[in-house]
């Protein structure tokens, strides 16, 4: 259901950015030739799940992908192979991983560029969240300030790779942006909204000389000077940013079951939990579990556990745990050739 026409602190629609700027290095090398946010969730990705949530909501009327050069053709073409209409693409000057303006610079330009002159809200494209995000805007209405999503992540070890947040009720009284000596689990994750009022201070902020990498050190900086508010949220929440966090977000959505393509080939293979396996793929005489096979992959005389293999790849005769394979790779009886 389409949410009514409102929007932000003063009755606008909202702009919307997406941020698939990233190279995704640790998720190398099945992401060294595709950008993070098409990996596969079950039958759609990452990215098209937040779009989905996006184009259902009245309120907001464009949304910008921002993403650099090096990608900026793979996402042209997703977004004009999708059913979406609202997203449009905006393209960072970069092409490097060492060129990169961080996220608060790259935003800074992204207004800017395309000047943006509304309410914005603000969310990761790598991030699978468990949440409406037509729930997120509403907050954002109630509160008519910037807001930011919180996050449990029940581990302080965990809770020091994130930004740190202290409520009082759903205000944020303290934020400390990857603390050594995190005093909770309750993270800030990468969802925000800004009201217009606050699109101005991004280039405020970047003048002074604050760090411009994350946006937790910007709301960090932000809630000195007026009321930031949190919307908090259990279930779930995925940052895909390792092939760990990637399977276990598979895992949450395929929820103890299998999801493997009709065109897909099984041919005495046993596939237990968790398994996804894509248009093509081959599975003879192997036990698969917890596992992520791209199309037109080859799994032959195998048992794979907690492992992905990217696409074309053939693996034979092999125990498989914990690996990461990429594309266009032939393992067979440990011999390996790429």
Known sequence: MKKDLGGGSDGQRMKAVVLAGGYATRLWPIT???????????????????????????????????????????????????????????????????????????????????????????????????????????????????????????????????????????????????????????????????????????????????????????LQWLQVQEPVYAFSFEEAWFDIGTPESYLDAVSWYLDGDSYVADSATLDNAQVGQNVHVMDGATLKNASVDNAIIFSNATVRDCDVRDSIIDEKTHIENMDLAGALIGAHTQITNGARDE
């Open 32 to 218: 060294k030739h595709r950008p993070k946010m098409f990996l596969p969730i079950g039958e759609t990705t990452v990215i098209d799940r937040i779009f989905a949530d996006l184009e259902a909501d009245d309120r907001i009327d464009t949304v910008y992908v921002s993403t650099n050069e090096r990608f900026a053709d793979e996402f042209r073409t997703h977004l004009q192979e999708s059913e979406f209409e609202k997203p449009t693409l905006s393209v960072e000057d970069t092409a490097e991983e060492d060129e990169k303006f961080g996220v608060v610079g790259a935003l800074a330009q992204l207004v800017e560029r395309e000047e943006v002159d509304d309410d914005m809200l603000v969310i990761a494209g790598d991030n699978l969240i468990s949440f409406d995000v037509g729930e997120f805007v509403d907050f954002f209405e109630e509160k008519e300030s910037p807001i930011l999503a919180a996050y449990d992540v029940g581990s302080k070890e965990r809770a020091k790779s994130y930004g740190l947040v202290e409520l009082d009720n759903d205000r944020v009284v303290d934020f400390q942006e990857k603390p050594d000596d995190p005093n909770s689990t309750l993270v800030s994750i990468a969802c925000y909204a800004f009201t217009q009022d606050n699109l101005p201070l991004l280039q405020e902020y970047l003048q002074d000389g604050n760090n411009p990498d994350e946006p937790g050190w910007f």
